[in-house]
């Protein structure tokens, strides 16, 4: 319990690190049956296939540590699908590293693993729950002992629990030991490139200089913007040439389709809010009587938010009935009132309230014998023994358990489902004086409890809750759904979608270069089906209505266009070439324009109609200058102040937001002492940061293929 404590209170770090070690790069329905004849796999690298079960397999795995690192049973929709993905770039990643490995002889040899594991200060072993209680380091020790403790463990003489959580355990230190392996692996084949690019003392002076010497300068401009877009002619000639000279920019290496949609979302009509509002008045009613069980009660009124006999935190409450927490005395009921936050209509009773300790310390010994009664015996007699003055922790080593102790806080099962043993478990705990016993009767066991210290004294209460959600009833959601299938079914092609949607009341929405690795359409809950029929379908189809969201959406989808794998056409880039080909040719015409007046002085190109002047100072090459009468950054204008004469006017610029000229007139070097190992060390570091990239170069030689929407 202490160890599995101990991953849980590092879980997010370890999540965090975890992912670091899963290297990232460009960028869930359950597993479904299919047919024999059908292709089985979710994706593919370098020629090499991955099978859905793998991919399951992989996915369950890495959901387990999750779990267990975040201490909890179940996860959202969204962190479910995070792992999908996070999965499949590990794999992607690690395949293509294995692949140019082997080429290389590139391996990690047991020996090297273990070595990892003796100097134990990788990233991933320090947080892990193997680790010396005094120093917080890790401890190679423990977790050997762990290993050995485990393949000696007789399961069937061991409380189950104890069982699930060992094996849990070995489940996570695998997925740790072979995470490392392939981390080294990674690490060795970047080391490798890393150390083909090297610094050299030409360079250590270059990048000295570009950073110490500083330039102040004059700058007179003419922006982009004082030259009219309709005096500028582009031709469909001029696209074309602009096109093919930049195609490499406009390569995709996955196909998208443009689409439209109509998203329908059901709210509740007037007659459904009223209808809720009257149940909610009777049930306040019932609430200020005083009902037996309040466990019961609140489940039968619908409320979002359960009845646990169980002293809370004001801050775990709903933060409005927090609000109203002291309008109300004990006893009292509040309400009803409507939420508009969260769209309910609310009362509730405060029971109870309390000072009491938020963190309690205590240790445990849990009793299993052969049957109910032996049980209850054994119990009784180590009970009986600790109450006499036998020592807890002997006691508990004795039947193969530590008796270490451990804290609990409100924040570990405030928000939880608590009920039957788990609840008569926390409350034990909760209610126990410091340094009382108690010997708690469970379903499965029998467990001997001592809270051993107790702080951090705090507010807290008991308080029953109604909170109903202004929910649709079946009556309105079935009209909605008649009216969206009836317009379906007479618009079935988009140009009928496109005239006829805002007349029925619909807003048609695009979503242009949607991916098939995406989860949703829309950012619409439970929409995949509608995403995997995008990629089946042709330009202009309508799909049927799909039911989504909460079960209060429903969906219609179009396809109005699909982008090949390869290069996007002209028609999709040609704005952004008109952009670019625009500020050429307003540049063109600038200069043209310069050249005629002759301009030879700062003072005449300042004194030019539309020009803007200021003084950049401090510019450096290794910076771009920020020019605030352009309002944009200027990389030029260190470019060229790094090589220009003091006093000497440049020739016209074209930059980012206009025409320029530049006249140095001063020049400095900051106080630094130039040091040829450090610069060359820290032009090494930008190596590597280049060097970092390789596994972008690898996943386009690759021709990875995804097709993990077709099954999850």
């Keep these: 319990m202490a160890t599995l404590q101990s991953i849980r209170s590092k879980g997010p770090l370890l999540v965090i690190v975890i992912g670091l070690a899963l290297f990232a790069f460009i960028a869930g329905d359950a597993w479904k049956v299919i047919q024999p004849h059908q292709s089985q796999d979710v994706g593919e690298v370098d020629g090499e296939a991955l099978s859905a079960p793998e991919y399951q397999s992989l996915v369950e795995e890495y959901t387990e540590v999750v779990k267990l690192s975040g201490n909890t049973n179940a996860l959202s929709d969204e962190q479910a699908n995070q792992i999908k993905d996070e999965v499949w770039r590990n794999y992607v990643n690690n395949k293509l590293i294995e692949n140019e490995a082997k080429k290389l002889g590139l391996t990690v040899t047991k020996a090297e693993l273990q070595s990892i594991i003796d100097a134990g200060v990788h990233p991933m072993l320090q947080q892990t729950p193997f680790y010396n209680p005094q120093t917080g380091a890790f401890d190679k020790d423990m977790l050997k002992k762990f290993l050995v403790d485990y393949s ?121 809010r009223e209808a809720i509002q009257k149940e909610v008045d009777e049930y306040t009613e019932q609430l200020a009587s005083t009902p037996g069980d309040y466990t019961t009660f609140i489940r039968a009124t619908g409320s979002e938010v359960p009845y646990v006999d169980l002293y809370y935190t004001s801050t775990s409450l709903p933060t409005d009935v927090t609000a109203r927490l002291d309008s109300v005395s004990v006893g009292g009921v509040y309400g009803p009132y409507y939420n508009a936050s969260d769209n309910t209509i609310n ?69 939880a489902q608590l009920d039957g043993d788990n609840l008569k478990y926390v409350n034990t705990i909760a209610t126990l004086g410091q340094n009382e016993l108690a010997n708690l009767n469970l379903v499965q066991a029998n467990v001997i409890l001592q809270v051993t210290n107790k702080k951090a004294v705090k507010d807290k209460y008991k308080v029953a809750i109604i909170k109903r959600p202004v929910d649709f009833s079946k009556e309105t959601y079935s009209k909605a759904y008649n009216d969206f299938s009836q317009f379906i079914a007479a618009n079935p092609t988009l140009d009928k979608l496109m005239a006829n949607a805002e007349d029925a009341g619909y807003k048609l929405l695009d979503r242009n270069d949607l991916y098939s690795s995406e989860h949703a359409i829309g950012g619409i809950r439970g929409s995949k089906e509608a995403l995997r029929w995008a990629f089946s379908a042709k330009v202009g189809e309508v799909s049927g209505l799909y039911e989504c969201g909460e079960s209060d959406r429903m969906l219609v989808v179009s396809v109005s266009g699909i982008i090949p794998e390869g290069y996007r056409p002209l028609a999709l880039v040609r704005d952004q070439l008109r952009i670019e080909l625009l500020r050429d040719k307003k540049a063109e015409k600038i200069m043209a324009d310069v050249k005629a007046a002759g301009i030879s002085s700062f003072e005449q190109y300042k004194g030019l109609a539309d020009a803007v002047s200021d003084s950049v100072k401090h510019v450096t090459f290794a910076a771009p200058a920020y020019v605030p009468v352009l309002r944009t950054s200027e990389p030029l204008v260190g470019a060229y102040a790094s090589i220009a004469e003091l006093n000497q006017l440049s020739a016209p610029i074209k930059g980012n937001g206009g025409v320029f000229v530049l006249q140095p007139y001063a020049k400095e070097k900051l106080n630094e002492t130039y040091n040829q190992e450090g610069e060359e060390a820290t032009a090494q570091n930008m190596h590597a940061r280049v060097a970092s990239q390789f596994l972008n170069d690898l996943y386009l030689k690759a021709d990875v293929k995804d097709s993990r929407y077709l099954f999850f």
Excluded: C, H
């Design 347 to 415: 009362s509730f009773k405060k029971l109870a309230a309390a000072s009491m300790a938020d963190s309690i310390e205590y240790r445990q010994i849990q009793v299993m014998a052969e049957d109910a009664a032996k049980t209850k015996t054994l119990a009784d007699s180590i009970y009986n023994a600790i109450k006499g003055g036998a020592n807890f922790a002997d006691v508990a080593k004795k039947y193969g358990q530590t008796g270490e102790s451990t804290w609990i806080s409100s924040a570990n099962y405030e928000g």
């Design 152 to 272: 000696k463990m007789d399961q069937s003489q061991m409380p189950a629990q104890y069982v699930e959580q060992s094996r849990a355990m070995y489940k996570f230190w695998s997925f740790i030991e072979k995470q490392l392996v392939q981390t080294r692996l990674a690490e060795k084949y970047q080391a490798l490139v890393t150390k083909s690019l090297f610094s050299n003392p030409v360079e250590a002076q270059d990048a000295f200089n570009a950073r110490v010497d500083q330039f102040d300068l004059l700058l007179a401009a003419i922006p982009f913007s004082s030259v009219a877009d309709s005096t500028v002619t582009i031709t469909e000639g001029d696209l074309k040439d602009a096109y093919n000279k930049k195609k490499e920019q406009f390569r995709q290496y996955a196909e998208t389709r443009n689409i439209k949609f109509i998203d329908v979302q059901v709210t509740a009509s007037p007659e459904d």
